[in-house]
């Protein structure tokens, strides 16, 4: 458990420090890109000279943009995220009303693509070089090289258009008033086709390290050993040549976690699912700056904790991580 | 059709054909509307403040205009185009000083309190003077609004106004707000803003940012039977293809505006019991404009711009970036305008050989590489086609040596580029029309404009004979003579090319047949719906 402690302490102090770094520089560039959140607005209402004054003032935009800056800053050091000029609204209600469907999206899609990849993987593995390997092989491959948003399309026609075994999009049934068990099974019905677009893609990456990983196992002594032992093919296969195929896998789940935030901006549009990354999307077009910071915040946690988790996971899985920080 | 007398016989030969076959649509003689039902449209934005009173645009209304009602809305056959919402009746005083408003009677708003002269004085003096994008100019000499009794309203102007402009503003600039709403705070802080009261159709029920908006039917609405639906859902459909799949998976019963891609017309229109509709957006015209910065010294030269506008196939834009669902466009007036548009206006001919013969004359020489000079080309990225006229305008001065590099920029950076940092020589931009060259289209073209201000003329173009043409009719009361006036600057114009008119274009509404009482007036997707309906 102290391992754990030692590794969060020290992870906790360098993530604020990248949390101020991803801040600012979001900021700048934000800032960088030409026309404010005014000029945004008025591109869809028109107006006269003094009421983009008026704005201007009112959205605080007057001010100069170290100002700004530190304002925020200084906001955020009271866990103050600001407030939204797009929604007139205080940014961690509007960020809390989105980031469950994210999570929710991104959670099923990472289980699914690490689940059913690592799955395929060892059932490639097994065997390298033989049928099922090269076909799984050739069918990841495939489904990597699909870009997000075109698989999504396919699958809305094929099973929402033409099956209509699924809805084409949102997260739940409009206004359904449908509560507990029956909105659970609703919004998983909503989810089927968005997570498959977004796990699908994902599930090639850990599919092939699985089965890479693998390949190289078994060329180790150990596994000679085992098979001298007379071990059955399946347990030599489950429990000695994937489980050590496993760890870089478990890394790879950290890693991807901040790729799939970024996937989920593609799939949240196109299929109308009210969350983060579609917010982010909405933000930039605004500029509504204190908004995108919010958000990019947000993700930025998420992905921190993500990966403290896995060190964590790591640490109990593999010994030999963080042995040096215990000892010191 | 709708003469047919129902005997029981045909009336059961009716429901026998109904019986067997239910896809049927619409049955030729007149129905007695259904009562009841949820219609689903498409929405493609959010919009972040949802007064029409504050927001005169089309994104607000498309929602509001079902919530919060006009002094009167645009109509195919009532008398000068409109048909009476809040006021019964309007006339304006010879001296052009005061327009006397004669309001409806029983008309609650959803909250229970009653609909009186004094919301309209508020909405007019608070909000459409003040606050509103449009009102701002229409009516900035508004001094009061007199209520000599409940149901009059009496507009004073400090200047004379003209009542034909008023009158053509009425559809879009006149949304009213209840008064005991709104009198007490900041008026652009209300939380009404977000979840309009007024006295229409429908009452906002609630909005799930990302999913849909829910309007619901207000049971004491002043209209006769009215409205037939139970519900209307917005939803929220960001991707461009989504409009599509949601119609033919029969999730959604709707998409205005164009939600469904020109491309994709073909193809959905052989759908069964979906229909493509181009009516019911008569007084929402778009017009494709060539904006141009006369500070350019070649584009200051009237030679220049007369070659561009001959180097541009109208027809082939038409034909091409429009699909065929445009027309192509003479001056600031589009064709399609009932009181103002005169075809008596200079034109240009395509002509490529004409177009470099006159900047040959112009002294601007193609040089060794074939070129005479460069230009930087900002298309509005606001809609498809402009985009796509922009890449076929490059081409276009191609033709004619002229070599345009494009800057595609996003909407935020193209109105800073174009408005506040006149960083452009040639832009794509969708001016609207509405129904009146005072209120958006004169200020495309006139001097003396702030920076910054959007869709207007911000290429440094100044002709005082033009300004003063603007000024007279500003103030000229006799509708005749103010309209010839403005067929006089639509002459001016086409000659002088401040800017250059390629196309006019509206939007197209795909519709299930379910759906009744579609586009039956000339701003159909912004206004009430309240005596839409549906079938099934």
Do not use: C
Not at chain 1, 153 to 164: G, P, S, T
Not at chain 2, 4 to 19: K, N, P
Not at chain 2, 303 to 320: C, E, G, M, P, S
Not at chain 2, 416 to 439: E, N, Q
């Amino acid at each position: 458990m102290t391992r754990a402690l030692l590794l969060l302490r020290r992870r906790l102090v360098g993530s604020v420090f990248v949390l101020l770094i991803v801040v600012i520089g979001t900021f700048l560039l934000l800032e960088a890109a030409p026309g404010d959140a005014v000029d945004a607005y008025i591109a869809s209402t028109g107006g006269d000279a003094g009421m983009i004054e008026l704005l201007r003032h009112r959205w605080g935009l007057d001010q100069s943009a170290l100002t700004r800056l530190a304002t925020y800053l200084w906001a955020l050091l009271h866990l103050d995220l600001g407030q939204s000029v797009t929604f007139s609204r205080p940014i961690r209600d509007v960020i809390l009303e989105r980031l469950p469907n994210t999570l929710l999206l991104m959670g099923s899609a990472t289980a699914l693509s690490f689940g059913l990849g690592s799955a395929l993987g060892i059932y490639a593995g097994a065997r390298p070089g033989g049928f099922r390997d090269r076909l799984l092989s050739i069918g990841s491959l495939a489904l990597y090289a699909v870009p997000g948003f075109w698989l999504g399309l396919v699958l809305i026609i094929v099973f929402a258009v033409d099956l209509r075994w699924f809805p084409i999009g949102g997260i739940e049934s409009i206004a359904s008033a449908k509560t507990g068990l029956d909105r659970a099974a609703d919004i998983a019905r909503h989810l089927v086709l968005p997570v498959s677009a977004l796990g699908f893609i994902y599930l090639a990456l850990y599919l092939r390290m699985m089965r890479a990983g693998m390949a190289e196992v078994w060329r180790q002594d150990f596994v000679l050993a085992a098979r001298a032992k007379g071990l059955s093919r399946r347990r030599i296969v489950l429990g000695h040549v994937a489980r050590n195929a496993l760890l870089p896998l478990v890394t790879m789940l950290g890693l991807q976690s901040a790729q799939m935030l970024g996937g989920s901006v593609v799939i949240e549009s196109v299929f109308s699912v009210p969350g983060l990354g579609r917010l982010a999307q909405e933000a930039v077009a605004a500029r509504d700056t204190p908004l995108l910071l919010g958000i990019i915040l947000v993700s930025a946690v998420l992905v921190i904790v993500i990966n403290l988790l896995v060190d964590i996971a790591y640490a109990f899985l593999d010994p030999r991580v963080g042995a040096s920080e215990a000892g010191a | 059709m709708s003469e047919v007398t129902i005997s029981r016989r045909t009336v059961l030969a009716g429901s026998a054909l109904l019986l067997a076959s239910t896809a049927l649509p619409t049955i030729g003689w007149a129905q007695t509307p259904k009562k009841g039902g949820r219609l689903v449209v498409a929405a493609d934005s959010e919009p972040r403040n949802l007064n029409p009173a504050i927001v005169a645009s089309n994104g607000v209304f498309f929602i509001s205009s079902k919530i919060v009602e006009p002094l009167a809305e645009a109509s195919f056959d009532g008398k000068d185009g409109l048909g009476p919402r809040l006021a019964t009746s309007w006339e304006g005083a010879a001296d052009g000083l005061s327009v006397t408003f004669k309001l409806r009677e029983g008309v609650k708003w959803h909250d229970g309190k009653p609909f009186t002269s004094a919301d309209v004085a508020f909405s007019a003096l608070q909000i459409w003077k003040p606050l509103q994008n449009l009102g701002r100019t229409v009516f900035k000499d508004l001094e009061a609004v007199d209520t000599p009794d409940e149901l009059t309203a009496v507009f004073k102007f400090a200047r004379p106004t003209p009542f034909q402009l008023i009158r053509n503003a009425l559809p879009v600039l006149t949304s009213v707000v209840p008064k005991h709403v709104y009198e007490t705070g900041k008026i652009e802080e209300n939380p009404a803003n977000n979840a309009p009261i007024g006295t229409g159709p429908f009452k906002f029920a609630e909005h799930k940012p990302g999913e849909y908006y829910r309007l619901e039917k207000n049971g004491d609405y002043w209209g006769k039977d009215q409205p037939y639906l139970d519900e209307i859902i917005y939803q929220v459909l960001p991707d461009r293809t989504s409009a599509a799949s949601a119609l033919e998976a029969e999730e959604i019963q709707l998409a205005a505006f164009s939600a469904v891609p020109l491309a994709d017309l073909d193809r959905i229109s052989k759908v069964p019991g979906l229909k493509v509709i181009t009516k019911g957006y008569e007084a929402l015209t778009y017009q494709l404009v060539v904006e141009i910065n006369h500070r350019r010294k070649e584009l200051a030269d009237l030679k220049v711009r007369q070659a561009i506008a001959h180097a541009i196939d109208r027809d082939f834009v038409v034909k091409t970036v429009f699909l065929g669902y445009a027309a192509t466009a003479t001056g600031p007036v589009p064709k399609n305008d009932p009181q103002f548009y005169t075809a008596d206006v200079p034109t240009y001919a395509f002509d490529v050989a004409k177009a470099n013969a006159l900047l040959d004359e112009a002294g601007y020489s193609r040089g060794d590489d074939g070129k005479r000079f460069s230009l930087k080309l900002l298309p509005a990225p606001y809609f498809n086609e402009t985009k796509q006229f922009g890449d076929y305008l490059r081409q276009a001065l191609a033709a004619i040596g002229i070599d345009a590099q494009l800057v595609n920029n996003d909407s935020a950076a193209h109105i800073k580029a174009v408005y506040t940092d006149h960083a452009f020589d040639l832009a794509v931009g969708p001016p609207v029309f509405r129904g009146d060259p005072a209120i958006s289209t004169t200020i495309l073209v006139q001097s003396g404009i702030p920076d910054g201000v959007p869709f207007s003329n911000q290429g440094g173009y100044k002709n005082d004979e033009l300004d003063a043409l603007i000024a007279k009719a500003s103030e000229t009361l006799d509708p005749a003579a103010r309209t010839e006036l403005y067929r006089e600057f639509q002459k001016k114009v086409a000659a002088d090319l401040p800017l250059i008119n390629v196309a006019e274009w509206s939007f197209i509404s795909v519709v299930r047949d379910t759906v009744a009482n579609v586009a039956n007036n000339p701003r159909w997707a912004v206004s009430n719906w309240a005596d839409t309906w549906l079938e099934a």
